[in-house]
């Protein structure tokens, strides 16, 4: 996925994205000066920010 794809996925702005890759919240990797996401990195990422509701 790019950058735009995990915007609109996870209803954050660029700035928010930018911020989470900068401090390695999110794994990525970048080609030709693009960086893209793996969804099942993402998936992780977001089952372990998941909290349990009662």
Known sequence: MDSE????ALNIT???LQSYR???VI???RLGGKFYYRRR???A???RKTVQMR
Do not use: I
Request: aromatic share 6%.
């Open 5 to 8: 794809e995990v915007c609109r």
């Open 14 to 16: 660029k700035r928010t």
């Open 22 to 24: 900068d401090r390695g």
């Open 27 to 29: 794994p990525c990797s």
């Open 41 to 43: 990195d993402l998936a």
């Open 45 to 47: 990422w977001l089952s």
